[in-house]
T-cell receptor
Framework: NAGVTQTPKFQVLKTGQSMTLQCAQD?????MSWYRQDPGMGLRLIHY???????DQGEVPNGYNVSRSTTEDFPLRLLSAAPSQTSVYFC?????????????FGAGTRLSVL | GENVEQHPSTLSVQEGDSAVIKCTYS??????FPWYKQELGKRPQLIID?????GEKKDQRIAVTLNKTAKHFSLHITETQPEDSAVYFC???????????FGTGTKLQVIP
């Protein structure tokens, strides 16, 4: 199993450009989510999905779109990049266990918007 | 919605001493509380977790305690080592596939 795979690892955009951050998991997890991490702010939920065809907003959804056409893939789209979206983005999948719902994180995408 | 507060934001300890990080949560529906360790430039990694029907869980040098009545839980690291230096995050998760709420993180520095 590769786990959760994110691409690209690094990206530099100009203000106003659009792009898609890719996320794929091979563990057949129904739940997937996107977070952004800024210094001193912890991990903030952008969007999440509880299964193919179902998505919902998290804490900071503005400026981002998601779709979930398959169980494996959960891409995050930046519609018109802004400097405020400079951040590290983590994708995660989650599975229910006897203890609780355990999350697995991708390696992250470091995005700079100039 | 859920709100998780984490303290302290930074913590420096001498090697061999203990470190304690505390989190409080607001939603009584939360029933699963994981702790993640994030080394510089890396992804968060689960290090220990606890369910709401358990008061304490221990795994070698790390332990987590939960006070469901007071809605707070804590991470305890004993005999700290330099490799424990990292940012630690707590989280609260309710039943079912719902939103995960993280604390803002604690940067732990273990001084050799």
């Amino acid at each position: 199993n590769a786990g959760v795979t994110q691409t690209p690892k690094f990206q530099v955009l100009k203000t106003g450009q659009s792009m898609t951050l890719q996320c794929a998991q091979d563990m057949n997890h129904e739940y997937m989510s996107w977070y952004r991490q800024d210094p001193g702010m912890g991990l903030r939920l952008i969007h999440y999905s509880v299964g193919a065809g179902i998505t919902d907003q998290g804490e900071v959804p503005n400026g981002y779109n998601v779709s979930r056409s398959t169980t494996e893939d959960f891409p995050l789209r930046l519609l018109s990049a802004a400097p405020s979206q400079t951040s590290v983005y983590f994708c995660a999948s989650m599975v229910g266990t006897i203890v609780g719902n355990i999350q697995y994180f991708g390696a992250g995408t470091r995005l700079s918007v100039l | 919605g859920e709100n998780v507060e984490q303290h302290p934001s930074t913590l420096s300890v001498q090697e061999g001493d203990s470190a304690v990080i505390k989190c409080t949560y607001s939603d009584s529906a939360s029933n699963y509380f994981p702790w993640y360790k994030q080394e510089l430039g890396k992804r968060p990694q689960l290090i220990i977790d606890i369910r709401s029907n358990v008061g304490e869980k221990k795994d070698q040098r790390i332990a987590v305690t939960l006070n469901k009545t007071a809605k707070h839980f804590s991470l305890h690291i004993t005999e700290t080592q330099p490799e424990d230096s990292a940012v630690y995050f707590c989280a609260a998760i309710p039943l079912g596939y719902q939103k995960v709420t993280f604390g803002t993180g604690t940067k732990l520095q273990v001084i050799p």
